[in-house]
């Protein structure tokens, strides 16, 4: 293992923001800053840390409001995917890398919840933002949602992906904060395999 995770649950919305840190030269990547940042910031002195990177996993407020103060206290640039409307130093692409010390976490584009949607993979864990969460997924009635992109989202991508990576999501909806990923692909509904038109429906259904 070379990444240690710091996961907080911020703001009144069940955030969560992560401090994602190499081990071994204590570089950091903060994902997803909105609230509370005092309690970044003490994590980051009590840790030592030198942060490259802030990273959103999409461009929707609650995940993004403290990019400003933290690129100001870190120096860090701001990092998102190349659909987002918001402005940051640097676009990702699927398959990009975000490196960080000896670390680094793959970018896998995850539209559905919005066109900027991103995942990120690396040491065993996957940080998964709105595209899925313990036991349901993001919201798809929002500007840039769709869920026949999610449908793809989830069943060509996520579905493949290795089940014991450790799943790190956006927000507290789940009965346990962290799971994994053959976990939710055995228990959570909107992983259950179906055909696009089923899973279609039952995300715009009421």
């Known amino acids: 293992m070379t990444i240690k995770v710091e996961q907080m649950q911020v703001g009144r919305m069940q955030n969560f923001t992560y401090v994602i840190s190499d081990y071994k030269t204590g570089d950091a990547v903060i994902l997803d800053p909105s609230w509370d940042l005092a309690d970044i910031e003490q994590v980051i002195r009590r840790d030592s840390l030198r942060v490259t990177h802030i990273v959103n996993t999409h461009h929707h407020f609650d ?28 676009s990702l692409r699927h398959g990009d890398a975000v490196a960080f010390g000896d670390s680094a976490l793959e970018v896998l584009h995850t539209p559905g919840h919005s066109k900027d949607s991103i995942c990120l993979v690396g040491d065993g864990k996957i ?38 990576l450790v799943m790190y999501p956006g927000h507290d909806y789940g009965a346990v904060p962290v799971s994994t990923l053959g976990d939710q692909k055995q228990s959570n509904p909107v992983m259950r395999p179906v055909s696009e038109e089923q899973f279609v429906a039952r995300m715009t259904m009421g």
């Open 127 to 164: 940080f998964t933002g709105d595209t899925l969460f313990v036991g349901t997924c993001g919201r798809v009635d929002l500007p840039g949602g769709s869920a026949r992109e999610l449908y793809h989202s989830i069943f060509d991508t996520l579905s493949n992906l290795e089940d014991s």
């Open 63 to 90: 995940h993004t409001t403290g990019n400003e103060q933290m690129a100001q206290s870190t120096g860090a640039p701001v990092a998102q995917h190349e659909a987002s409307e918001l402005p940051h130093d640097i």
